[in-house]
C-alpha cells in the first residue's frame, strides 16, 4: 500500500504479506488493514517511534493513541502488539509469519486482549482486567491489552486502572485508543506515553486510494479520487469506506470510477452548481438560488460536504482576490479549473468575500442543528446574495467622532523665573473662592524644577509636577485626562462627578493652577468641565430610533429594535 520502508527495519524481517488475508470478496478496509508499521498512511512519526521501541526492547507500561477517527490507533496498536511479540524479535516489523504474529492478526491470541470501552465501561469490567494481567502471559513475552474507545470508561474504573498502570506487572503494556482525549482524567494522561494521530493529507490520502484501485484493477478519473479524498476529510477508513461503496455500486458496465458517478453516488454537488449558485449570488437573484437549491436537494443533497465545499470555495476566492495566480497552487485542483475560479474571484468585491467566507463557517452549525435545516441553508445563501447592502450597517457601528487636537502650550512670552507668590490662574466654571486659611499641607513643599527644554506639553507637565499633585491623589486621574485648549483657555474634561468635584476643591485648585502658571506662564485661563449628564434609557432608545442607518434597516428589512444597551 506504500512505497515506503521504515528506515529502521532490520535486514532480517520478512516484508512477505499476512497469510491470514482476507479473502478477496471481503470488503476493502479488511482486505487492505495494513499488517505492518510501514504499511501505515500518514503516520510516518509515530510508526517511528514505536518501530524503534519494539526493536531495542523498551516497552513502556501505557501508551495513549489519540486522534480523529480512521487514522490508524487501533491498527498501530495490534501492529504493536504483534512486533513486541514476533518470535523473531526484537524486531521493528512483525513477521507475520509466525504463530503469534498469525493468532494476533486473527484475534485468537490469549495474551493479547481487546476491549470496547464503550460495553466495558464499568468498575467491575477494570476490575476483572487488572485481575487478568496480574497472572503472566502464558505463550507470548508480553501481555497486552488493548481499550478501544477508552474515554467511555468512567471515572470509578479509571481510577481502579490508576495503580495497574503505574507499576504493572512485569511484560504487561497497556494501549488505550481514544478519539476524545481531553476527556481523559490528568492522573491517567500522566502514567501514559500519548502519541497524537494526525489527520492524512488530502495528497496522501488520494495517493493511497489510488494505490488501491490500481491493486483492484480498476480504471478512475483523477477528479473521482480527488474528490473521494476530499469528501473524507482525512480519514482513511472513510475513505475506504466511501470507496468500497462506490466499487459495489457503481462501476459496473462503465469499466471505470468517474467523477459524475461518484458525486450521483454520494449525493455530492458539483463544481457547475458550486458556480451557478455564485452567479445567482452575484446577481443577488433570489428565485435562481431558490430553484438550484430545490435541485440539489431533490437529488439527496449531503447537505454537510456543501456546505464544506461552499466554504472551501469563498476561502479559493478570497486567496485568488489577494495573491491572483501565485495562489493558484494552493487549489488543490487542475489548472484550468483553478484558473476559471480566478475568473469568478474578480466579480466579488474583496469584503464581500471575506464575510460570506466568515458567514458560511458560522453558518454550518446552524444549518446542520436545524429543525429545518432546508430552510436554514436556504436562508443563509439569501443572506449571501444580499450581503452588499448589509455591509455599509456593519460599518456603522459607530459614529465617527473628530478626536481633540493634541495638547501644546499657547504661543506666549517666556516664563517669567517661578515664584511662590505668582497670582493664580482664572477661578473655574463653578466659582470657588478658596478661604486664606486653608493652607494644605504639601504647600510648603519646595516647587518643582522648571524643565530646561523650550517645549511645553501636558505630558511634561504631568512628568514635572507629579511629585507635587502626589498628595492631592490627582496624579494619578490627570494622566488620562485629554485636556483642551482654545487660545488662551485651557479646560479639563472630567469623567465622573467625584473627579470634578476633587479637582474644583479650592486648596487643589490653587495648588493645580499655580503649577500651570509656573509651567506655562500667567495668562493660561483654567477651565474645570463637568461631566456630562447621562442619558436616561428612554432618552438613549429615542436616539438609536432616530438614527438614519437604524431607520434604513427598519425600512428595508423590516426589522425591529428587540433591546439597546449602553456600549462599555
Sequence with gaps: ?????????????????????????????????????????????????????SLENRIAPAYLFSGTRGVGKTTCARIFAKAMNCLTGPTAEPCNQCTHCRQITQGSSVDVVEMDGASNRGIDDARRLREDVAYAPMACRYKVCIIDEAHMLTREAFNALLKTLEEPPGNVAFILATTEAHKFPATIISRCQHFIFKRVTHARLAQHLQSVLAREGVDYEDGAVQLLARRAAGSVRDGMSLLSQVLALGHQGRGRVEEALVRDLLGLAGQDVL??????????DPVALAGLLRAVLDQGLDMGFFLRELGQSWRNLFLLKQSGEAALPLLEMSTEAARGWLEWSRKFSLAHIHAAWQMTLEGQRRVLTSAEPALALELLLLNLAFLPRLLPVASLRREDVPAAPPFSAPPAAPSPAPSSAAPPAAAPSTPVSPPPSSIPPWEG??????????????????ECYKAALAGTGMASRLHGVSPVLEGNRLMIPCASEFFHAQLTDPPHFALFSRCLADYFGPGLELVVEPPAPVETQQEMEAKVLQHPVVQAVQAELAGRIINVKRQQ
Excluded at 500500500?1 to 504479506?17: Q, V
Excluded at 458556480?275 to 443577488?284: F, N, V
Aim: a positive charge; hydrophobic letters at 40%; proline letters at 16%.
Design 1 to 53: 500500500m506504500s512505497d515506503a520502508s521504515s528506515p529502521i527495519l532490520p535486514p532480517s524481517a520478512p516484508e512477505s504479506a499476512p497469510a491470514s488475508a482476507p479473502p478477496a470478496g471481503g470488503p476493502l478496509t479488511a482486505r487492505y488493514r495494513p499488517q505492518r508499521f510501514a504499511d501505515v498512511v500518514g503516520q510516518e512519526m509515530v510508526t517511528s517511534i514505536l518501530s524503534r521501541a
Design 275 to 284: 458556480q451557478d449558485m455564485l452567479a445567482a449570488i452575484h446577481r443577488q
Design 445 to 462: 513643599a519646595a516647587p518643582a524644577p522648571q524643565p530646561a527644554a523650550p517645549s511645553r506639553s501636558w505630558s511634561g507637565f504631568m
